[in-house]
């Protein structure tokens, strides 16, 4: 064996000289394929294995099914995007493998964002569930009908850390926080790639968009980011960092700058971070036409971009045939070498080989299973579970909730009957005819046993010109204004309960949905209002993508339930939770504020030199507001229950944490209400003094369990260096002995403290 592998080493020579030393035997043969296959290409090529095009079935793209045949049998692209339908896909595949030259397969990739035909919460709501195993299910079924369906690629998950909620794409990703970012990165990548994708339906991951761009200025959508190092390391590259630790077999660059350079050139991110520190060795995409798009940032026209990228370490050029187009120019010009041409082909040519697609090019092509496994019924069953676990409770005065199915409940609100608004963003594979809207559902639940009555209500927005703009993709039939608010009344007039289905639209959050005013729209704030002033209860059910303004809301409603917007199955999930067949547990992952003034807001923020005295009264030179208070509506780790959960005293082993030692944080639960229910247990730490200023508080572990009524359990917490440790101004990850605060509660405001010193 030592013989046959040392052989293999010398076969593959100097063509490696960029690459790490094989790890084992398989990963030596996959070199040595690799290696035999370039030998034997052309330069035109190996840079049309650099190039990736959009078909243009789902979103506009560069090129029509013709011409993309035509690119494929040329062997000018590596891959393609945006096509929808296993025959199609297949027969594109068909061609690269039986009319090309070489017949090298192709990637085959998909935005596979929160489910492929069976969609789940959007990500901001999956976090919100705070169950990893949900979330990797989540994945698991994504992949399963996306690799029935030709996709073997899907550009997710997306781990940007934001904390403003102005930025529209706060919805594809996992809200505020580091340390749950990086475990629910782990969960995605464990559900889209298995094992080591090598069954027919584990598929590539693509963890995006790296790096830093939920932190865009402003929160508007492709923007400007400028961070010190301290705050990346800290605060934001995490999740990222846990997702290359995860093994994702590839990683897309940001549109952002990241230091004043475009993450898709910036070297320093691209290989002396991500490759050369943290040890990645997959493919590495840029997003959506950023090459070309460098020049807007006053980087260079096409040509030197695509220089620039290459040098930095992008692997594969998503649209803009930058690197096809002028890159060959540029190797005889002495601006590439190459070898750099050659390492970008060896990273996608290795990502083909890991997927399987050389020996079985047909791998993702089997018609069967697109019939077999597609928005099947044990899957539809699964995402209806998983959605009820995503619903936050944000109020619920007098027990309202759950309501009981009898009487007359009207149903009012343009949500409550929008089929194609259900899924959320990133959600073009769905087919909404075979879903249930909020209104079947909720006449489906209660039978006989109550009446639904039902009214639109309002528009989305007054304005028609606003509005188009809101809806996007997934237009809504609009009505005369006043006509629905007449009928609205006249629905309410005649129920004993009122649900009130408002909130976002769909298409108002994801990408290019960025917004400067977070209120419920006038018009359905008005709706609401008239709604109250009926004397009728109501119930807020809330559809966002993002964390809203809801003060007139939080203090004129009984009961508010965020249902974010809970997928395929969500008409049947809210049923569920509305009418108490499950106990809502989501916890907010993402601060809501009470003015867009205060964002970014986030919890885990440093403290001023002038801390606030009183969140309530303003104090003159201190770090406060004149006209409004510090505090959020809701803070990180809220959401109530139907249950009433009772922390007793939080305990230590010890007061001192010895070197290389640990210490346990305990604390007892007891469900003193009258429902079953899950509650999510939080542990926060704070480094009292540090060689830098330190977060007030940071979340370092947690523990959902499930507890009857009646029911108790002891929560045991385990503390070491480990939960310590940071990045110092050396940029060096150790932790300063000393005094730390250990704080446990039922979210990151209501919390027990106590002290300890770590040797």
Known sequence: MKIKQLIIYVLIGSCLSSCAVPKNNEEAEMQLFVADLMNRMTLHEKLGQLNLPSGGDLVTGTVKNGELSEMIRKQEIGGFFNVKGIKKICELQRIAVEESRLKIPLLVGADVVHGYETIFPIPLALSCSWDTLAIERMARISAVEASANGICWTFSPMVDIC????????????????????????????????????????????????????????????????????????????????????????????????????ATANKWLLTTLLRNEWGFRGLLVTDYNSIAEMSYHGIAPLKESAVRALQAGTDMDMVSCGFLNTLEGSLEEGKVTEEQINTACRRVLEAKYKLGLFENPYKYCDTLRAQQDTYTAQHRVEA????????????????????????????????????????????????????????????????????????????????????????????????????????????????????????????????????????????????????????????????????????????????????????????????????????????????????????????????????????????????????????????????????????????????????????????????????????????????????????????????????????????????????LKYYNSELQYVYDPGEFEIMVGTNSRDVQQERFIAE
């Open 163 to 262: 904390r403003d909620a102005r930025w529209g794409r706060i919805a594809e990703g996992n809200g505020e926080d580091p340390y749950l970012g990086s475990l629910f990165a782990k969960a995605y990548i464990r559900g889209y790639q298995g094992e080591n994708m090598k069954k027919e339906d584990e598929i590539l991951s693509c963890v995006k968009h790296f790096a830093l761009y939920g932190a865009s200025e402003s929160g508007r959508d492709y923007n400007t980011v400028d961070m010190s190092r301290l705050r990346m390391y800290n605060e934001y590259l995490p999740p990222y960092r846990a997702a290359v630790e995860a093994g994702v077999g590839s990683v897309m660059s940001s549109f952002n700058i990241v230091d004043g350079i475009p």
């Open 384 to 723: 209806r579970k998983i959605a009820t676990e995503t619903f936050v409770l944000l109020k619920n005065e007098k027990k309202l909730l759950p309501l009981r199915r009898k009487g007359k409940i009207a149903l009012i609100g343009p949500m409550a009957d929008a089929r194609n608004n259900m899924c959320g963003m990133w959600s073009m594979t769905c087919t909404p005819s075979g879903h249930r809207t909020l209104l079947e559902s909720l006449r489906l639940a209660v039978g006989n046993e109550a009446e639904i009555l039902y009214a639109k209500g309002s528009n989305i927005y007054y304005d028609a010109a606003l509005e188009k703009g809101a809806v996007g993709i997934r237009p809504l039939v609009r009505g005369d204004n006043g006509r629905l608010l007449d009928e609205a009344l006249q629905t309410a007039a005649r129920a004993d309960v009122i649900v009130a289905a408002l909130g976002e639209c769909a298409e108002m959050s994801g990408e290019s949905a960025s917004r400067t005013k977070l209120e419920i729209p006038e018009a359905q704030q008005d709706l609401l209002k008239a709604l109250v002033k009926t004397g009728k209860p109501v119930v807020l059910l809330l559809f966002t993508g993002r964390p809203l303004v809801l003060n007139w809301e939080d203090t004129h409603i009984p009961s508010i339930l965020n249902v974010w917007f809970g997928g395929s199955e969500t008409g049947d999930a809210v049923a569920d939770v509305l009418f108490g067949k499950v106990n809502p547990s989501g916890k907010l992952t993402t601060t809501f504020p009470r003015s867009v003034g205060q964002l970014p807001l986030f919890y885990n923020h440093l403290n001023t030199g002038r801390p606030d005295p009183d969140s309530c009264i303003f104090d003159r030179y201190s770090g406060n507001y004149i006209d409004e208070s510090n505090e959020p509506l809701y803070p990180f780790g809220y959401g109530l229950s139907y249950t009433n959960f009772v922390y007793g005293k939080l305990r230590l082993s010890s007061n001192i944490l010895f070197k290389s030692g640990e210490l346990t944080a305990s604390v007892t639960v007891t469900n003193t209400g009258d429902y079953d229910g899950y509650e999510t247990v939080q542990l926060y730490l704070r480094d009292i003094y540090a060689d830098i200023s330190r977060p007030i508080k940071e979340l370092k572990n947690y523990r959902r369990i499930f507890l009857q009524k009646g029911e108790s359990q002891e929560i045991t917490f385990t503390i070491t260096e480990n939960d």
